[in-house]
């Protein structure tokens, strides 16, 4: 019997011998316990659409708050704005050209980070309507029908909620040329798709 007991203990021995060998050859070879951390790499720095509030522009200038209409994601989203216009802001063309500058502007570093841009052309104007316009007629410098979609969605949804420029809502558009000018609405439609052309509301003078 002592035998026996002898070549047990002998097992043992080796079973417990291997056990810390094989701890000690997983030590070597790199194996970490499951509960480190394993970095997989940065994570995003921004989400699409929105911006961190260090990324905000502050609007330091006195000035009217408006918002206008960029696009993002393939839609229009509102950005907050201060623009220059005289006392009561009633006067109607300064007030479209200082939206349409905001427009045209290059967004500011945290806005093109988060995703934003504009498709409104750089060098655009907007004036006076001409003798004979319909009531409430801004002309660009550009046919309405010649710009990008998008942009004329984003100039039509910035004017089309400002009450001085759309007090009934629609937003009536000419160009250079002797064409009629035209009105627009912004609809839930086109802040979705501003791709789509916007479709000109029939009755306005086309």
């Known amino acids: 019997m002592r035998g026996s007991d002898n070549r047990r203990a002998r097992r ?6 291997g056990a810390v060998a094989g701890a000690v050859l997983a030590a070597g070879c790199g ?6 951390p394993v970095d997989a790499g940065a994570a995003p720095s921004q989400v699409p659409c929105t911006m961190s509030a260090e990324n905000v522009t502050t609007q330091a200038l006195k000035g009217i708050p408006v918002q206008i209409y960029l696009v993002c994601s393939s839609q ?19 007030v479209a050209q200082a939206l349409l500058d905001e427009l045209r502007r290059k967004p500011p570093a945290g806005e093109r980070q988060a995703g934003y841009s504009t498709a409104v052309p750089e060098d655009l104007r907007v004036g006076a309507a001409r003798a004979g316009d319909r009531q409430g007629t801004l002309r660009l410098s550009e046919q309405p029908e010649d710009l990008q979609s998008e942009a004329l969605a984003q100039i039509v949804c910035t004017y089309a ?18 064409y009629a000018p035209r009105g627009y609405l912004c609809t839930s439609e086109m802040k979705a798709r501003p791709k789509t052309v916007p479709t000109p509301v029939t009755g306005t003078g086309t």
């Open 12 to 17: 043992s021995a080796l079973a417990l011998a």
């Open 31 to 36: 194996i970490r316990s499951t509960s480190v």
């Open 76 to 94: 229009l989203v509102t950005v907050d704005r201060t623009v220059q216009v005289d006392k009561n802001g009633s006067d109607r063309v300064p």
């Open 161 to 178: 909620e400002n009450d001085t420029l759309a007090p009934e809502g629609t937003v009536v558009l000419g160009g250079p040329g002797n």
